[in-house]
């Protein structure tokens, strides 16, 4: 391969002139138009692949650079990525986007028209997915040579609307018209092999006779650093039907449908995101979704490995595989059948490599969550894959009898097959086995995993275990998203460099001091309200926006505003400070709790609004569809962050971050990463309450729960939960008050008078605009340590043991 291919082209001019003849000659060549006659959607390709052009530049001399490098490269596997719009991104990574404009405006285009078909590629539901993208983005930042391997969905999450207050769903074609952003990579299509059973040979080597194949088709889309010339990509696996998939006898005897039978069947695998979030989803369909992702990456991973190496033992040393949850777990017994079958290794070496070429990071304590598959399932889509997680497990529960004699129930707990009362295979237990280092997502819930869901495995190899708490992408949700603070916060600090190097934030503080600084903070807060256009923008602005999940507790925040609801109207007279309470966030369409609050926060929201007695100082808003674009205009607007999930439930959550460095003060639970936020910002400038997590476990396990007596003894409690029951709100939502009065899972009942007394304290707060003010810079001055970039330090230096590799010119 001669990689200096391309690399003696004429440099793409830097300024708007060149820009503007690079776009015509894009219109021209690309889209065989003119400016005269091309459509808004001409005009944003043509857009897009001269911005495009430029990171490509970069591409190429990234490629070289790590070709010559031959380093050791992390791939990040993920089913998941929520990339967010990519063309303001890549502009403002690029250096065009000043330039972009002028030349458009020359051109007679209107900028925000042309920007405004940009799409938001959808390939993730939540925190797990945005974290991968955010993590692709400070690798590149760092100079990390990596590759993101994930599915290119047909479909991303659904589209969220409401009708009637309710959640509807409706499917997101998001290349409808096509994705400039995407390089096709045909060469590089693998063979997946699913089903049928296995064979010896007369070496007495194991071959897999497939059932059905089916081809994957990699593209890929690019991940440009901050600041550097390094462009890394995410490759994204399309399924397509293999040639012998197409019965021409058929189709030639007129079976039209019957003909693309077997394609269609095969592409359906890179269909649809599956639309759950934090629970486990027990679907054939799924499972080969994740061995499809697994096998095609692995096998273009080996591919890149021998463009430079010969020797398997290099293996590991070139190669760090980072398995994002359990999805991509059947990456290790797919490595250990590649190695043993196909590349003729013993087991003991192939292990070896294996095992010191993963890694694992676990998102999440919920049980539920935790993936199993059934054994049959198994056995019937991957028969090798299952063979070799029956020697794994051999060989591993051999190692706990050695160190635990006669411990059967630790052997029962730990094995990769649960037994009882289905046998299953479990991921997460594979993951352990199988890799090198297992992390949690923050403090506490690394704490938890060796405590609690991970104990005996951390009490078998201690030093696996490790926490690298999340982080964001300083680029994404601050620069782009909120361009007005950006620019006071440079101009505060004298310098821009913060950017990339977020801790600079603490040069804030002695701002609080400046009487002129403040003013600009609160006029740049009051302004992205404005922008976002919900409600008052001299109200507190009370946001939550998250996946709608019983955990997360968008219940109490609802028992809150009625509470406050009912307040109002028993008093009416008295001065209280005006609210808006916004939620966004999408509920997965079977998860039916959560779409009950959905439709329950809609109908208190359409009560209050007719009530004039209520509506000039309190306003519930929940616009649809929340994603990352949503999630940028939102953030920014936000005076207070709702993170209130029950203590020991949230992995990490990572708006929580978001909202803090943009200004806004917490309300939360000593959850997740709540807790080091408050460590960072300081006890005086976040709103604490609530049950820690080892109050909470035994009020749950101690058996004695009764949130009928929460109700009982609390006046407003009891009050807020009879309006519900009594249809007060359009007649909607009585199952959320049965639940809660029920079993009440997340003891939100418990933590009502709590939470309602920290909102009385915030609104306190609130009324004392100085000290809201300080605690607002501070809030952004002291979360540097939620840059994604910091989180990148940490996998680099205690997982990943990588080195940045420079690009130059
Ligand atoms: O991952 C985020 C965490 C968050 C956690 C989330 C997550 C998913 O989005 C999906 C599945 C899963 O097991 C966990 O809920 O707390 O911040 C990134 O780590």
């Not at 405004?116 to 990390?144: K, Q």
């Not at 256009?533 to 809150?560: A, C, W």
């Not at 009928?708 to 009879?722: C, P, T, V």
Request: net charge negative; charged share 25%.
């Amino acid at each position: 391969m001669d990689v200096r291919n391309g690399m003696g082209l004429r440099p793409l001019g830097t300024s708007a002139a060149e820009f503007e003849q690079d776009l015509l000659s894009n219109l021209y060549y690309r889209r065989g138009t003119t400016v005269e006659s091309a459509s808004t959607q001409d005009a944003y390709e043509t857009l897009a692949l001269t911005v495009r052009d430029r990171l490509a530049e970069r591409r190429v001399r990234t490629a070289a650079a790590h070709y010559a490098a031959n380093p050791r490269w992390v791939y990040y596997l993920s089913a998941e990525y929520l990339l967010g719009k990519q063309l303001e991104q890549n502009m403002l990574y690029s250096g065009t986007d000043r330039i972009a404009r002028v030349a458009m405006k020359q051109l007679g285009l209107d900028p925000d028209e042309v920007e405004g078909l940009d799409i938001e590629p959808g390939l993730g539901n939540g925190g797990l997915g945005r974290l991968a993208a955010c993590l692709l983005d400070a690798m590149a930042t760092l100079d990390i040579p990596a590759v993101g391997y994930g599915i290119r969905y047909d479909l991303g999450i659904f589209k969220q609307a409401f009708k009637d207050g309710a959640q509807v769903e409706k499917p997101d074609d998001w290349t409808y018209q096509g994705n400039p952003w995407e390089f096709p990579a045909p060469d590089d299509q693998q063979t997946v092999f699913f089903y049928g059973h296995t064979e010896r040979d007369e070496n007495g080597r194991t071959q897999w006779i497939p059932g059905e194949i089916v081809l994957g088709e990699p593209s890929h889309m690019l991940v440009p650093g901050h600041g550097t010339d390094t462009v890394n990509i995410v490759r994204l696996w399309r399924a397509r039907g293999s040639e012998s998939s197409f019965d021409l006898s058929r189709f030639s005897a007129g079976q039209y449908a019957e003909a693309v039978d077997e394609a269609v069947h095969a592409e359906n695998i890179s269909k649809v995101l599956y639309p759950d979030d934090s629970t486990e989803l027990g679907r054939e369909l799924r499972l080969k979704q994740q061995y499809f992702l697994v096998s095609c990456s692995l096998r273009d991973i080996i591919r890149r490995f021998r463009l430079r190496n010969t020797d398997w033992a290099e293996f590991p040393k070139k190669t760090v595989i980072q398995l994002n949850d359990t999805h991509p777990t059947l990456a290790i017994p797919e490595l250990m059948r590649l190695l043993v079958d196909e590349e003729g290794l013993g087991w003991d070496l192939a292990w070896a490599l294996t095992k010191q070429t993963f890694a694992y990071t676990c998102h999440t304590l919920l049980p539920e969550a935790l993936e199993t598959w059934p054994v049959h399932m198994f056995e019937r889509l991957l028969p090798r894959h299952l063979e070799i997680v029956y020697e794994i497990n051999e060989r591993f529960l051999a190692e706990v009898r050695d160190r635990f004699p006669g411990d059967v129930d630790r052997l029962r707990r730990m094995s990769i097959i649960q037994e009882e009362p289905e046998r299953r295979v479990r991921m997460a237990n594979l993951a352990v086995v199988g890799t090198q280092a297992v992390n949690g997502v923050a403090e506490l819930h690394s704490q938890l995993l060796a405590e609690t869901t991970l104990r005996d495995f951390a009490d078998l190899w201690p030093t696996k275990f490790h926490n690298v708490t999340n982080g964001i992408s300083p680029r994404r949700f601050i620069k782009l998203a909120n361009p007005t603070l950006s620019s006071l916060i440079t101009e505060g600090l004298g310098s821009d460099a913060w950017i990339n190097d977020l801790d600079q934030l603490t040069g804030l503080e002695r701002l609080t001091g400046d009487a002129a600084f403040r003013e600009k903070w609160r006029a740049v807060k009051r302004a992205n309200k404005v922008r976002l256009g919900l409600g008052d923008p001299d109200s507190l602005t009370d946001v939550m926006i998250k996946r709608f999940h019983e955990y997360k507790r968008q219940q109490l925040n609802l028992l809150h505003i009625i509470t406050l609801y009912q307040r109002i109207k028993a008093s009416p007279g008295r001065a209280y400070a005006p609210r808006t309470v916004l939620f966004a966030g999408k509920a997965a369409p079977a998860y039916h709790a959560a779409k009950h609050i959905i439709r329950l926060i809609n109908a208190v929201a359409a009560v209050i609004d007719a009530d004039p007695a209520v509506s000039p100082y309190l306003k519930v808003v929940f616009p649809p569809n929340y994603n990352v674009t949503l999630g940028s205009l939102i953030i920014p607007a936000a005076d207070l962050s709702e993170q209130i999930s029950l203590a020991g439930k949230e992995a990490s959550g990572t708006g929580n971050m978001k909202l803090a460095l943009n200004g806004a003060l917490t309300i939360g639970t000593l959850d997740g990463a709540n807790i080091e936020i408050r460590d960072r910002v300081g006890a005086d400038n976040f709103f604490l309450f609530g049950l820690d997590t080892p109050a909470a476990l035994e009020l749950r396990h101690g058996g004695a729960y009764q949130p009928r007596a929460f109700y009982e003894q609390d006046e407003e409690l009891r009050s807020a939960l009879d309006a519900i029951l009594d249809g007060k709100f359009l007649g909607v939502g009585r199952e959320v008050a049965e639940s809660l009065l029920g079993r009440d899972e997340y003891l939100t009942l418990a933590d009502y008078r709590s939470y309602i007394d920290c909102q009385e304290q915030v609104e306190k707060a609130w009324a004392d605009t100085e000290q809201w003010t300080t605690s607002s810079i501070l809030n952004t001055a002291r979360s540097g340590f939620f840059s994604a970039d910091r989180t990148v330090r940490d996998y680099a230096a205690g997982i990943w043991h990588v080195s940045p590799v420079q690009v130059t010119r």
